[in-house]
Structure formats: structure tokens, C-alpha cells
């Protein structure tokens, strides 16, 4: 398959246009080599990441996060991000949580989806539900809240946006890296699942796309924190 095959697939789902001005989406790193058989699908670029690619003899790497800085080292393999775009575009990466969890989106408000429940559930139950999904859950209920109905998510680094699910009228929040302050100040119930965990759902979303036109396999990758087993 062309390289620009490739990218004329990618830019469809996720148009590049939606990404935020500050974000390095699209190509990091391009080389002459124009026929690309085989991809690697990532959510990080890194080191290991590259050597993995190489011994796979994959032509490109397709990642989540974008490099804002290519080490010289990583100048040999094609490299393609979506990001921000990627988080923006319909049945991106919130969306696909929203779907893994066996949920319905019913409005969006930029990057924030909302799920409104047919029939409230308590804040247990809900939890139970994402910690299938990831077993690093923690969550926050400030105000001892029973029962949640409207949902705000947000995969990756949401907290911004917890103000933003609050106006909007959601009871609970669903995100990754929760910031200490803005938790303790929170008026609504917060879920963090992990950043990693919020996002990987979408590779599988990426290899769908792909598969049919070239070999696709995934990186070894999981998340840098590690829990104490007691």
C-alpha cells in the first residue's frame, strides 16, 4: 500500500483540521520509502517502541501521541500521529470507551460526550462497570452522591473539562489523570481510569481501519505506573 494511501485513510476518520493549534499530529517522520507493507500500531513512540518496530521490519509506526521532539535515532521509520484530531472525530477515542463500556453517546460538547442512562445507577455499581476496563480505577465523590444518570467523558487528560461536565449537568465525569486540587474541589462524582487505559481501546479502532489494505501488529506496551501488591 502507498504511504499516502495511508495517510489519505487516516485524515479521512480523523481530520487533521480538528486538531487543537498547539498539537504535532500527522507525520513525524517520513523517509523514501513510498510502499508500506507492514504498520505498527502504538499509543507512545519511544524508544523500545522503535526497536520493536524494527524487529518486526515494520515500514511505519501509527501512534496516538504525537513526538513534539524526533530523536535522531527515529529518523529511519515513518512515523504518523493523531491526536487531538483523533479525540474530536467521531468514533475516536472517547467514543470507542463509551462503546467498549456497552454505552450509548447521547450529546457531545467539544471534547467532553455525555451518556445519559435511561435509569440512574449508584456510583458502586458504575465503578464496578469501569473497572472491567481498568483495574487501576479511583474515583472521587466529594458530596457522598447515591446516584449518577448523566455521564460526561473525556479519554486522556480530562481535567480541564470537569468544570465543563459540571455546567453541562452531568452527576459524574470519566477521565484519566485526575489533578489532586481539581479533585478535592470537585461537585460531581469523578472517575479516573488511567490515562493509558482511557486510550488504548483505540488501536484496535486504527487496525480496523487498516488491516484490510496492510499487515498490521501492535507495539508490547502498558502503562509506566506499577502498583505495590500486598
Known sequence: MQKAEIYALLNNFAPPELAEDWDCSGIAVENSQNEIKKVMLTLTVTDDIVKQAKAHNCDMIISHHPLFFVP????????FSAHTNLDLAEGGTTDELIKQLGLTKSTQNSFVRYVELQN??????????????SPNLRYVNNRKIKKIQKIGFCAGSGSDFIETAENDGADAFVTGD???HTAVDSKIVLFDIGHFESEILILKVLEKLLKSKVEVIFSKESSPFRLIKQ
Open 72 to 79: 535522531f535515532k527515529f529518523k529511519d521509520i515513518n512515523i
Open 120 to 133: 440512574p445507577v449508584s456510583v458502586e455499581e458504575f465503578a464496578l462497570r469501569l473497572a472491567k476496563i
Open 178 to 180: 485526575l489533578k489532586f
